[in-house]
Every structure is written in C-alpha cells, then in structure tokens.
C-alpha cells in the first residue's frame, strides 16, 4: 500500500505515532526516490542522481533509524572525498565488519 502513495498524497497529520509516522515517510519517499533515480541514470545525470543518494542516506538515518556511526562516516568520508552521493546500509557494513569500515573511511 506505501508503495502505491505519491510523497504529494503523503498527510503526516493523519498518523500519530511518530515511529510509525517516519517508517512511512521513508518508505513513501524513498520509493520516489528509485522511481526518480532510474530516470536520472538513463540520462547519465550523476549529479542529480548523487543528490538522490544523499536523500536517501538522510532519510535511511532520520526516519528508518537504520544507520550507523559507522555507516554515517563512511557516507561522508565519501562526499568529502569527491563522490556526488552516498549511500550504504548498515546490513553490508556489517558484513564487511568494522575494521574494513574504519579502513574506509579513514
């Protein structure tokens, strides 16, 4: 049903519970995300589709509530380092470990 709602449609009054309320939103924009994110590939717009990931990040942190510190550092080691985007779950840093992590973002 998440999947079906456009982010205009999206009334964050109408839910209220905050847990619930920010699950939703991540869902519902994160599924525009990758809808916007094809086009912007087919179009070889790194730029915008870097923005994309950053958004994603964002919201993957803030309303997902899914990242890590770990993850977080390597996101932003990863701009500063001259990438457009980033984005990385916490699920291949764990599977990556920690000390691979810290490698990278170090």
């Known amino acids: 049903y998440l999947g079906s709602i456009k982010p205009k449609q999206f009334d964050e009054n109408k839910i209220n519970d905050e847990l619930i309320l920010k699950r939703a939103r991540h869902v519902i924009t994160e599924n525009a995300r990758v809808l916007e994110a094809k086009k912007y590939i087919l179009n070889k717009d790194i730029k915008s589709f870097g923005k994309l990931m950053n958004e994603s990040h964002q919201s993957y942190a803030k ?17 500063t380092s001259g990438a457009e985007g980033a984005r990385f779950c ?17």
């Open 63 to 79: 309303d997902f509530e899914a990242s890590t510190e770990d993850v977080d550092l390597i996101v932003a080691k990863s701009i």
């Open 90 to 106: 916490v699920h291949l840093a764990e599977s990556l470990g920690k000390d691979f992590a810290f490698k990278l973002a170090v």
